[in-house]
C-alpha cells in the first residue's frame, strides 16, 4: 500500500463509550488514549503545575487500572515509546506529566486535509473564503466547550472509581450525582484520600457505637469536615492531671493500736 494521508476527525467522547471500556488495552489503543488525553491548548493544573499543549498528568498505576495492565507493562511500554522518541515524560507534583512528541502532527488545527496535496490545498482555500470571522469563532467556542466538559466528565468519573475502592460501605453509588464527582475531582485524588483514611480513623476509635455512613452520603457530603481545611483532630487529655482543690490535704493513717485506743476513750465516756 502506498503512503497514507489525510486524517479523521475522532471526537474524545468515545473514551465514553462502552466498547473503549473493553480490557486489557492493547498497545494501539493505549496509544491512541493517550493522544486523546493529551490537553489541545497550554493550561495550568492548580497552582504550580503548567501543562503544555499535548501533554497529560497521570500516573502508572491510573494507567495500569485504565488500560487493564500490570504496573510493569504500563512502566515498559511508557518507556519504549521514550525511546521511539514518540513521548517524554516528566515528574510533577500532581503525577507524571507525559507529552506528545510531535502532537500537531496528530492533531492538526483548521480544515482536515484530504488524501492528495492538490484537493487538501483547494479545499482549504474555498473554506477560508467561504467561512466568516464569526462563525469561526462559534465554532471554536463549541468545540472548547465540547472538549472543557468532556474531559472533565471523564476525569471525575475516574477519580471516583478510585475513590469508591477506599471506601468500605459500597451503597448508594448511584446516587452520587455528577456534579458531586466533579467537586472530587477538584479537590483532588491526594487530599480526599486523607479525608477517608481520617473518617475511618475515628470510626475504628468509636466502633462501638458509631457506624459508617454509605458511600453515597459520604462522597455527596460527609467528606466535608475531613477535608485539610476543615479537619480538626481529637486533642488528647493529658495523662498527669492536676489534683482536686478539695482532695489535696494531707490524708492520716492511723495505725491499730491508735484504733483501739480511740475505742477505749469512746467506751469510757459512755
Not at 471500556?21 to 498497545?27: F, I, L, N, V
Not at 493544573?45 to 494507567?63: E, H, M, Q, R
Not at 506529566?97 to 482555500?125: F, L
Not at 469536615?225 to 480538626?232: C, S, T
Amino acid at each position: 500500500m502506498g503512503e497514507k494521508q489525510g486524517w479523521i476527525k475522532l471526537h474524545r467522547r468515545i473514551q465514553d463509550c462502552f466498547l473503549w471500556e473493553e480490557k486489557p488495552y492493547d498497545k494501539a489503543r493505549a496509544w491512541i488514549d493517550m493522544l486523546l488525553s493529551a490537553a489541545y491548548h497550554d493550561k495550568k493544573i492548580g497552582d504550580t503545575v503548567k501543562l503544555n499543549k499535548g501533554s497529560f498528568v497521570t500516573s502508572a498505576v491510573k494507567l495500569a487500572e485504565r488500560w487493564g495492565w500490570s504496573r510493569n507493562k504500563v512502566n515498559s511500554f511508557l518507556a519504549m515509546l521514550e525511546s521511539e522518541q514518540m513521548i517524554h515524560t516528566t515528574r510533577t507534583s500532581r503525577g507524571t506529566a507525559i507529552t506528545i512528541v510531535n502532537y500537531e502532527k496528530y492533531q492538526v488545527c483548521g480544515t482536515a486535509e484530504s488524501t492528495t496535496e492538490s484537493t487538501a490545498e483547494s479545499t482549504t482555500e474555498s473554506t477560508a473564503e467561504s467561512t466568516t470571522e464569526s462563525t469561526q469563532k462559534k465554532n471554536y467556542k463549541n468545540d472548547k466547550n465540547v472538549f472543557k466538559n468532556t474531559m472533565c466528565k471523564a476525569d471525575a468519573l475516574a477519580l471516583f472509581e478510585q475513590l469508591w475502592k477506599l471506601y468500605p460501605v459500597k451503597k448508594g453509588k448511584g446516587q452520587v450525582s455528577l456534579s458531586a464527582k466533579k467537586r472530587l475531582f477538584k479537590i483532588g485524588f491526594e487530599e480526599m484520600e486523607r479525608a477517608v483514611n481520617r473518617y475511618l480513623s475515628e470510626l475504628e476509635k468509636d466502633s462501638s457505637w458509631r457506624k459508617p455512613q454509605n458511600g453515597s452520603t459520604f462522597f455527596n457530603s460527609g467528606y466535608v469536615d475531613y477535608l485539610d481545611a476543615n479537619y480538626v483532630p481529637e486533642k488528647k487529655e493529658p495523662q498527669n492531671k492536676k489534683p482536686n482543690m478539695f482532695n489535696s490535704f494531707e490524708q492520716r493513717n492511723y495505725s491499730s493500736d491508735g484504733l483501739d485506743s480511740l475505742e477505749k476513750k469512746l467506751l469510757s465516756m459512755h
